[in-house]
């Protein structure tokens, strides 16, 4: 038998508790992705980033039922906050919305190297791509007892500006950060990041 093609629309919010990887593989079969900062409810109807759910819905099924009766490519839409952007104090989270067409780039994984590695650099860390093993070491001083992330907001959010993150100052300031080379250009990134390190004690 020949398998059946069912054409899906997945939609996600950000401030919304869910399954994290239900996206990518989603997407990998084949299903469309609208992703907003909405809240546990129904776009048209969310407390944070409403929008006309109706309309973006009566379009997709529009396209899907197209004059040559085929589907159109998988693709997603996603809103993109500005990166300073504070939500709880925003009826509407400030940013734009962009298309990712079903031909994206693939992941992309770069190696974070310290500028001048033992010549006495000043820290900075260097992109190199693609990303390559390093035995580079970056010396870092943890404060005893710091403790990073208190302001992050709940685990499992279900749209209440009480449940997500809020002025998150002290946990930056108490957080072991780096600093790149300066960007050439704008980049946005949609993902899930991941770091791996390798993490050695002096006492």
Same mark, same amino acid.
């Given at each position: 038998?020949?398998p059946?093609?069912?054409?899906t629309l !997945?939609?996600?919010?950000?401030?919304?508790?869910s399954?994290?990887n239900?996206i990518?593989r989603?997407?990998a079969?084949?299903a469309?992705?609208?992703y907003?900062?909405?809240?546990h409810?129904?776009?048209?109807? /969310?407390p !944070?980033?409403?929008?006309?759910?109706?309309? *973006?819905?009566?379009?997709?099924?529009?396209?899907?039922?197209?004059?040559?009766?085929? !589907?159109?490519?998988?693709?997603a839409? $996603?809103?993109?906050?500005? @990166?300073?952007? @504070?939500v709880?104090?925003?009826?509407?989270?400030e940013?734009?919305?962009?298309? *990712?067409?079903?031909?994206?780039p693939?992941?992309l994984?770069?190696?974070?190297?310290?500028?001048?590695?033992?010549?006495?650099?000043?820290?900075?860390?260097?992109?190199? /791509?693609?990303?390559?093993? &390093?035995?580079?070491?970056?010396?870092v001083?943890?404060?005893?007892?710091?403790? /990073?992330g208190?302001?992050?907001?709940?685990? $499992?959010?279900y749209?209440?500006?009480? *449940? !997500?993150p809020?002025n998150?100052?002290?946990?930056?300031?108490?957080a072991l950060?780096?600093t790149t *080379?300066p960007? &050439?250009?704008?980049?946005?990134?949609?993902?899930?990041?991941r770091?791996?390190?390798g993490?050695?004690?002096a006492?």
């Amino acid at each position: 038998d020949a398998p059946v093609a069912v054409p899906t629309l !997945l939609v996600q919010g950000t401030h919304c508790g869910s399954y994290a990887n239900c996206i990518p593989r989603m997407r990998a079969r084949g299903a469309h992705v609208l992703y907003g900062t909405f809240g546990h409810a129904y776009p048209h109807l /969310s407390p !944070l980033g409403a929008f006309d759910f109706v309309g *973006e819905l009566t379009a997709w099924v529009r396209a899907v039922a197209g004059p040559a009766g085929e !589907l159109p490519p998988p693709q997603a839409r $996603f809103f993109v906050t500005r @990166h300073d952007g @504070h939500v709880p104090k925003a009826a509407e989270p400030e940013g734009s919305w962009r298309d *990712e067409a079903a031909d994206a780039p693939t992941p992309l994984a770069f190696t974070l190297a310290p500028a001048d590695a033992g010549k006495g650099g000043d820290g900075t860390l260097v992109i190199h /791509s693609p990303a390559a093993p &390093t035995n580079a070491a970056l010396a870092v001083k943890v404060p005893v007892g710091a403790t /990073s992330g208190d302001a992050a907001g709940r685990w $499992f959010t279900y749209g209440d500006a009480r *449940e !997500l993150p809020g002025n998150q100052a002290a946990d930056d300031a108490a957080a072991l950060r780096f600093t790149t *080379e300066p960007l &050439t250009e704008t980049v946005t990134m949609v993902c899930r990041p991941r770091l791996e390190v390798g993490v050695a004690a002096a006492n």
